[in-house]
């Protein structure tokens, strides 16, 4: 399992270190339980390290074809109970893109 340690550096944007790992990220407080959480998804389906995942990785670079990131999407719609668009879905590159739609429906359904 990967560790993160998180440090406000603007109002938008946080150092992450990730695996002993900086970088700067637009994802920060409680957005970060659903980065992990859609980390592990991808590990599972794409048979990937985790430690070789982060929120710029793309799912080309995972060899995802659209097939595999709609798999993708019924396993997060499952698992926080959130219904994603289809007009969200296929813009959806890297995994970023998939947490701040997740983030967006999530927000919506409270």
Known sequence: ?????????????????VNSIPYLSTITGGSYMVLEK??????????VDEEDICEDTTFE?????????????????GEFEIELHEDE????????DLVRIVETAIALAE
Do not use: C, P
């Not at 879905?89 to 970023?96: P, T």
């Open 89 to 96: 879905i296929i813009r959806i590159s890297d995994v970023s």
């Open 38 to 47: 859609v980390i592990t998804f991808i590990s599972e389906q794409f048979s």
């Open 1 to 17: 399992m990967w560790s993160k340690q998180s440090q406000k550096v603007s109002a938008d944007i946080s150092l992450i270190e």
């Open 61 to 77: 670079e995972l060899g995802a074809d659209e097939e595999d990131i709609e798999d993708l999407v019924h396993v997060v719609e």
